[in-house]
């Protein structure tokens, strides 16, 4: 079974999120961090067996981010985002 975590910050270094993506994969499960990315980071890679997906975003998106519950810029900008990555894994075998 693969689960899918989101969060909306670049990774690492959340701890938490780390943390509980570690457990799972020693559970067994894969897992798979949608994660957000302002640098150089690689858009996909496998870090202590998470399988990280990095989508580029700036600094206008980011300070957007504070009206997310005013105006909803932010929330449909991300919501495109997870859509992809959702239809890239029901699109693989």
Request: proline share 8%.
């Amino acid at each position: 079974m693969t689960i899918g975590m989101i969060l909306d910050a670049p990774f690492p270094p959340d701890p938490r999120v780390k943390n509980e993506a570690v457990s799972l994969v020693q559970a067994g499960y894969q897992v798979c961090l949608f994660c957000l990315t302002y640098g150089d980071e690689p858009a996909e890679e496998i870090h202590e067996g998470i399988r990280i997906c990095r989508y580029r975003s700036d600094k206008l998106e980011y300070k957007l981010s504070a009206l997310a519950h005013t105006l909803p810029f932010y929330t449909n900008s991300m919501a495109k985002k997870i859509k992809r990555l959702f239809f890239q894994f029901t699109q693989e075998p």
